[in-house]
């Protein structure tokens, strides 16, 4: 069993950065995809951005890449969200999960272990 733990969130203005953590326990965190999902009030969660095991290969959403960098630290077990100019859209609860697949991919179904999220807010 994997257990993700996230951190780093907080309330900011519009242009800051923040950088989220999430440490992963149990499991073989090198062997899985990771990801970076939010869910906005009277939203759906949506994908943010995922990194695979193989490579490191990233994947984003549009409207965030060139702002937001994903990275992992295997042996620290942990991944990471560089959010650069951040904008009051992008104020939402943001959840890591692990995908056992270790592709890392978008589709929120696959992944297999989640995070209990941290709060974003971003003030115009």
């Known amino acids: 069993q994997v257990q993700l733990v996230e951190s780093g969130g907080g309330l900011v203005q519009a242009g800051d950065s923040l950088r989220l953590s999430c440490a992963a326990s149990?499991?073989?965190?090198?062997?899985?995809?990771m990801g970076w999902f939010r869910q906005a009030p009277g939203k759906e969660r949506e994908f943010v951005a995922a990194?695979?095991?193989?490579?490191?290969?990233?994947y984003y959403r549009d409207s965030v890449k060139g702002r937001f960098t994903i990275s992992r630290d295997n042996a620290k077990k942990t991944v990471y969200l560089q959010m650069n100019s951040l904008k009051p859209e992008d104020t939402a609860v943001y959840y890591c999960?692990?995908?056992?697949?270790?592709?890392?991919?978008?589709?929120?179904?696959?992944?297999?272990?989640w995070g209990q999220g941290t709060h974003v807010t971003v003030s115009s």
């Open positions: 990194i695979a095991r193989v490579g490191s290969s990233t």
């Open positions: 999960a692990a995908d056992e697949g270790g592709w890392g991919t978008s589709r929120i179904y696959q992944y297999d272990y």
């Open positions: 149990g499991g073989t965190f090198s062997s899985y995809g």
